[in-house]
């Protein structure tokens, strides 16, 4: 079992950024795809990105792509996302996840198994 705590959230003008933490618990974080997921009121949850078991490799959805950066640090058990060129449109709860079974390729909330509570993000034009 994995617990995941998100942080570094909060609110920004257009144009700012952000870097979101997610700390996980246990000794086997090395071996979980990460990923995070947006969702904003009345939408579900969006795919936003992930990285590889190997720090390696890593997805973005299209929206993100060229201002968003994830990565994660095994040693302190903790993933990231670097958010630059923040837009109002990225305004939602960002939750990070973790997964076994999922490649770093997969983009479906239900290939992720562990999610942390999520963190606000909101962005002002």
């Known amino acids: 079992q994995v617990q995941l705590v998100e942080s570094g959230g909060g609110l920004v003008q257009a144009g700012g950024s952000l870097r979101l933490s997610c700390v996980g618990s246990?000794?086997?974080?090395?071996?979980?795809?990460m990923a995070w997921f947006r969702q904003a009121p009345g939408r579900e949850r969006d795919f936003v990105a992930s990285?590889?078991?190997?720090?390696?490799?890593?997805t973005y959805a299209d929206s993100v792509k060229g201002r968003f950066t994830i990565s994660r640090d095994n040693a302190k058990n903790t993933v990231y996302l670097q958010m630059n060129g923040l837009k109002p449109e990225d305004t939602a709860i960002y939750h990070c996840a973790a997964s076994q079974r999922a490649d770093y390729t997969d983009r479906g909330a239900r290939e992720y198994d562990y999610w942390g509570q999520g963190t606000q993000v909101t962005v002002s034009s």
């Open positions: 246990g000794r086997t974080f090395n071996v979980h795809t």
């Open positions: 990285v590889s078991r190997s720090t390696f490799y890593t």
